[in-house]
């Protein structure tokens, strides 16, 4: 495995849906080793990795800054590539690579998301296994959509230059890889297009370890009607927040102006401080992402773009979470609108919903189960694995 950041500890979407898939393969006795790259951004110490590392996991990292500079920005509008994986590709990683692959005899190697299809060329130069993407999102749609919501016209038209690289980068890919692995079905259905029919495909849903997932206590001590926590350093994260204080929050205060917001995550913006005097209390450094969740009442996903699966949302349902969510938040999860979570798109219904719940204990507590039941039934690591190496077995 490939993935471009160290997914231990896994505090946010993409190092649960990697250190997941890891969990699912050892549960069925693959032998997996993973090559990361530990950037300045995600930047993980051997200390806090090896808290979580599973013991029979060949773990490998290589530092490397993959940050995005003005300078990089602009230096790269002159080579032809898309500055949002072109960053990941430097030396150090492709030789520590080759030497892992003269080393080892792999079956299979499986590219953690778009970004590390960069090494394709390489892997093939010096290894006869077969090459899966995994594909978390399908990248270019994302950035499609986050352009439809873009208020800067600079900006704009540098986005639309290197979502046009991307797109073409994204498509060659998927046609150079002998397998591709996308998280839901929907971006199966995306990517279909753009492969051929022989093309061997399954899609396969991040799952959690239901054996070491237990619900939040009902005596877990509330301290918020409302949380959110997210990766501010993903911009569909922000733009979604925002979205939701602007357009939301001013409905949920008038409804019921005593509600409590907890808003958490890593890479905050300084631009939301100015919200702590709207009633919104901000934490930029949560250590347990399980305590923060468990102490609000309701949680809620207000995402406007993206692709892929939603992995917090899995999350709060296996902790028996209710959540408010917009239809594209929740994207990818095979849920029941009203009985697993409630969705709604617009902004007086997303007000109108997180009054609802906070007001109607009974409604909150049979979403609240429901969620944990669909999670136990459809997102079991041990039978996703399962699934996933039969899968494998096929190509080779």
Known sequence: MLSNKVPYPANDGSSIAMSSIIDALLKNKAEVTLLSINTKKHFKSDEATAAQLPTRLDFHKVYHNTSI??????ANLFSGKAYHVSRFYFSAFAKKLVLLLRQNS???IQIEGLSMAVYIELIRKYCQAKIVLRAHNVEHIIWDRHLENE??????KYLKIQ???LAKFEIQSLKSVDAIVPITEEDKQLLLPWISKSKPIQSLPCGIDIEAKDTCSKASTQTADIAYLASFDWMPNVQGIEWFMQKVWP???ELRPDTTFHLGGRHMPSSFQKWEKRGVS???DVADMRKFICSARIVIVPLLAGSGMRIKVIENMALGKCQVSTTIGAEGVNIENGKDIILTDSPEDFARAISNLLHDDELRTFVETQARKTIETS???RQLGKNLIKFYQSLI
């Open 282 to 284: 901000l934490f930029q």
């Open 251 to 253: 409905l949920v205060q």
């Open 379 to 381: 997102y079991s690591n």
């Open 151 to 156: 208020s800067s016209s600079l900006r704009s």
């Open 106 to 108: 792999f079956d299979i």
């Open 69 to 74: 500079t003005p300078w990089g920005a602009l």
């Open 163 to 165: 979502n046009s690289r």
